[in-house]
């Protein structure tokens, strides 16, 4: 079945420093890959998504991921963090059902980013 | 302007109700769904809607039932509320599966 793992609950980050969030995943196929953002009391904001070609793909507010097939991995980075970062970042892919005509994300569990002065 | 609208965004009620959340989408967008998301932040599927074909995730209760009056509309039916159906309800509307899921600002429920 797929699934995808965040293992880090919740991390902290002094700002300006960088950042990298960890996803992992488990999927037959080749995986379409997303990050969103949730800020307190909000919805889910799309930050970047992967479905082909380069394995390294940009996003809103200077967050970038890398596709590594070869780890099942599709980690978050940013090079310098700001305060407003501060939020829950859940990784998905997407499960397509009935021979690909639909289907819907599997989120992992998200981590807590937390940013300090 | 907003693409993907819920309503209500707070509702506080008590167990055995029944109640509704409405969802909107103005996106043009073929599919639309329902998450859950829990008190740990856990983002579930509930349902998916596609062209009148309706994917339900397995363990949903049958309390559930979602209903899409037009391509526009899914609402969230919810018969003999739980104390454990306490959560934030999301919305989200997609092309298809390739594009990504425009979501809803979400509709806290809470069971008294």
């Known amino acids: 079945a797929q699934s995808v793992t965040q293992p880090d609950i919740h991390i902290t980050v002094s700002e300006g420093a960088s950042l990298e969030l960890r996803c992992n995943y488990s999927?037959?196929?080749?995986?379409?890959l997303f990050w969103y953002v949730q800020s307190p009391g909000q919805g889910l904001q799309l930050l970047l998504k992967?479905?082909?070609?380069?394995?390294l793909v940009q996003g809103i507010k200077g967050f970038e991921a890398e596709f590594k097939r070869s780890q099942s991995s599709f980690n978050l980075r940013k090079p310098s963090v700001h305060w407003s970062d501060a939020a829950e970042y859940f990784c998905?892919?997407?499960?397509?059902?009935?021979?690909?005509?639909?289907?819907?994300?599997?989120f992992g569990k998200g981590t807590k980013l937390s940013v300090k002065p | 302007d907003t693409a993907v609208s819920q309503t209500p965004k707070y509702l506080v009620t008590q167990m055995g109700n029944d109640k509704s959340i409405k969802c909107e989408q103005n996106?043009?967008?073929?599919?639309m769904y329902w998450y859950k998301q829990d008190s740990k932040k856990f983002l579930k599927i509930m349902f998916s809607?596609?062209?009148?074909?309706?994917?339900i995730n397995e363990t949903v209760p049958n309390r559930f039932s979602p209903k899409s009056p037009d391509k526009a509309h899914l609402n969230l039916h919810i018969n003999s509320l739980e104390l454990g159906d306490s959560a934030v309800y999301f919305c989200?509307?997609?092309?298809?599966?390739?594009?990504?899921?425009?979501f809803g600002d979400g509709t806290r429920l809470s069971i008294l």
């Open positions: 989200a509307s997609s092309q298809d599966l390739t594009q990504p899921q425009h």
């Open positions: 999927y037959g196929a080749t995986p379409y």
């Open positions: 992967y479905f082909s070609g380069d394995t």
């Open positions: 998905a892919v997407g499960s397509l059902t009935y021979g690909g005509s639909q289907g819907n994300l599997i």
């Open positions: 996106l043009g967008h073929d599919t």
């Open positions: 809607y596609n062209n009148k074909e309706l994917i």
